[in-house]
């Protein structure tokens, strides 16, 4: 099996339409609106990559579909070190960047989390390709991987994303690599994990969920083998659809299984794992991750 190779995730089927609808003028109306959005920020060019560039394009296209954001946590009231000023996701570790890890269910995750913080982001090669996500990924200088390539690229990913972190750019990884229709599919993958334990960075586990009407929407994802244009149509015509992104608290580990089981369980909201490090950050963890020597397992 390739190092590559990933669960299948949920069927189309999952994903249910909205309700209740717009009406078919506001639906037009939302269409307009995201295709000047789109325009702007591809007119934006390299200056995309600017943080507060990237923050309100992707607010805008947000907007334009008419999917309101709800952040929880990440900023005052969070236990272990706080977060830099206006940005709920990276936390101050001694120059290194964050590792933010979120469950996956649709394209319009990486636009709702870039509106939150405009972090890089890794993704798979076919988001580039996807209509609204891909311009603004690219544009964004996203990183893409290929899951089609060789195993042994695998190390090389790994190395490039730790020297990012200890650069300190903060770095948006979905673990699960394919989309579910809730938050609680799929397995982490691990390899990233590894990324943070060889940089001694920090990992922010995010919980990304859709509502409507007061409760949990399986809307807006995007599953199997549909087309883009059905998950746009279903997001665009819903009314009321909103996204909750929450912040959990920071983890820090020198074992990558250990961090990967305890991100996925702040994710699902059943508390980290006791073998993982939440809160102040423990220098002998750091320590610890810089002396390791020897190849990518």
């Not at 940005?87 to 995750?109: K, Y």
């Not at 790994?158 to 397995?187: E, Y």
């Not at 949990?216 to 083998?225: I, K, V, W, Y």
């Amino acid at each position: 099996m390739s190092a590559w190779t990933v669960d299948r995730g949920c069927p189309a089927s999952c994903a249910t339409e909205p309700d209740p609808r717009v009406p078919l003028g506001e639906l037009a109306r939302r269409y307009a609106t995201l295709t000047y959005a789109l325009t702007r920020a591809v007119a934006r060019g390299d200056r995309l990559a600017e943080p507060e560039v990237l923050r309100t394009e992707a607010r805008a296209v947000l907007g334009a579909l008419g999917v309101g954001v709800e952040r929880v946590g990440g900023m005052e009231g969070m236990q272990g070190l706080p977060s830099a000023e206006g940005v709920p996701f990276s936390v101050r570790a001694d120059g290194v960047g964050t590792l933010v890890v979120a469950n996956h269910i649709s394209w319009l995750d990486v636009v709702a989390l870039l509106a939150v913080e405009p972090v890089s982001v890794l993704a798979k090669r076919e988001v580039g390709r996807w209509p609204v996500v891909g311009a603004l990924a690219r544009r964004a200088g996203t990183r893409f991987i290929d899951r089609d390539g060789s195993p042994r690229g695998l190390p090389c990913l790994v190395a490039g994303l730790a020297d990012a972190l200890r650069a300190g750019t903060s770095v948006l990884v979905f673990p699960q690599a394919t989309t579910w229709c809730s938050v609680t599919g799929g397995r982490f993958r691990r390899a990233a994990f590894q990324a943070a334990v060889d940089a001694g960075a920090p990992v922010r586990p995010v919980t990304v969920e859709y509502r409507q009407g007061g409760g949990p929407s399986t809307a807006a994802a995007f599953l199997g083998e549909e087309d883009f244009t059905a998950s746009l149509r279903r997001v665009a015509g819903a009314r009321g659809l909103s996204v909750r992104v929450t912040a959990s608290t920071p983890l820090w580990g020198t074992d990558r299984r250990v961090l990967a089981d305890a991100a996925r369980r702040s994710v699902l909201g059943i508390g980290p794992s006791a073998a993982a490090s939440c809160g102040p950050f423990a220098p002998s963890c750091r320590e610890a991750a810089l002396a390791r020597k020897g190849p990518y397992r």
